[in-house]
């Protein structure tokens, strides 16, 4: 059980709230009253590790930032680390951004299992953190990955990354190529009561990135209110800004609401500069 963070920002917006944002996402990782109903008390924290991937424009010019941390990402390492991540970051003019932090139960703590995954795939290369569950075993088989040794949000991300390697023959062929990636894992391997709420960076040669989010969650109208609650995505947007995130960021501590509204579950964005486009309902 995890909190996401997938966004745009660009310009004045980047240079001056993007530290409020990221201190706000820490704070909903460290304190969650959804996490906390959902377990009934047993666990408010995502401490569990965290990790993020930006792609960085400026000038015309884009670099990639990729770092994860088996530590909490309220410790005062982590918020160390992060303030010199905002600090480069506000330097450039456009952002697109995966922010995660991670609350597991019974698969492997460590670095390597916090999230983004980075994976390489035909025309480039994905990062991919997730909120949920997929069937571990049957998706490892098909994966060819050993489920002892891996945990099922990687095994999600080596499937993502080996569907869009057999269906896009370029970067043009990307957006439907994602949207039938993910109609692909939900069908076949997320299980009643499990979830696909996702972001993904894209990186397809030269200048072109993309960033995707999903709000894919099997059995959604028969769940309890917590769980309900817990699941739900928002959107948040204004000058400078489009932000996909968890309920707990934005219900109990995103400074910003300019605007905002839940996302419809099952649906496969694409977040642009202004605009969220629909690739698929299911």
């Not at 569950?133 to 991300?157: T, Y």
């Not at 769980?227 to 995505?233: A, M, P």
Request: include cysteine; hydrophobic fraction near 35%.
């Amino acid at each position: 059980m995890c909190r996401i963070l997938v966004g745009f920002m660009s310009g004045e917006f980047a240079k001056k709230e993007l530290s409020n944002v990221v201190e706000d996402f820490i704070e909903s990782s460290r304190k969650d009253p959804y996490l906390a109903e959902v377990t009934r008390g047993h666990r408010e924290s995502h401490d569990d590790g965290w990790g993020l991937a930006v792609a960085g424009v400026r000038k015309g010019l884009m670099t990639i930032f990729y770092e994860k941390s088996a530590i909490p990402i309220f410790s005062d390492v982590s918020r160390e680390l992060l303030r010199v991540f905002v600090s480069k970051l506000s330097r450039y003019d456009e952002l697109y951004l995966l922010l995660h932090s991670r609350a597991t139960g019974t698969e492997p703590l460590g670095t390597s299992n916090a999230h983004p995954y980075e994976v390489d795939f035909k025309l480039g290369k994905i990062w991919f953190i997730h909120n949920g569950g997929i069937d571990k075993l049957r998706a490892s088989r098909e994966a060819g990955m050993d489920p002892h040794l891996h945990v099922d949000s990687r095994i999600a991300a080596e499937l993502l990354a080996k569907y869009l390697s057999s269906c896009a023959a370029s970067c043009e062929d990307l957006d439907q190529c994602v949207a039938t990636a993910y109609e692909k894992l939900y069908n076949e391997y997320t299980r009643e009561g499990d979830a696909l709420i996702t972001g993904l960076l894209t990186y397809c040669g030269e200048n072109d990135v993309r960033l995707y989010a999903t709000s894919l969650v099997r059995g959604y109208e028969t769940m309890d209110e917590a769980r309900k609650t817990y699941y739900t995505v928002y959107r948040v947007w204004g000058d400078g800004y489009n932000v996909v995130s968890s309920s707990t960021l934005v219900d109990r501590y995103m400074r910003l609401r300019d605007f905002n509204k839940a996302i419809q579950q099952q649906k496969v964005l694409r977040i642009g500069r202004e605009s969220v486009e629909t690739l698929l309902s299911l």
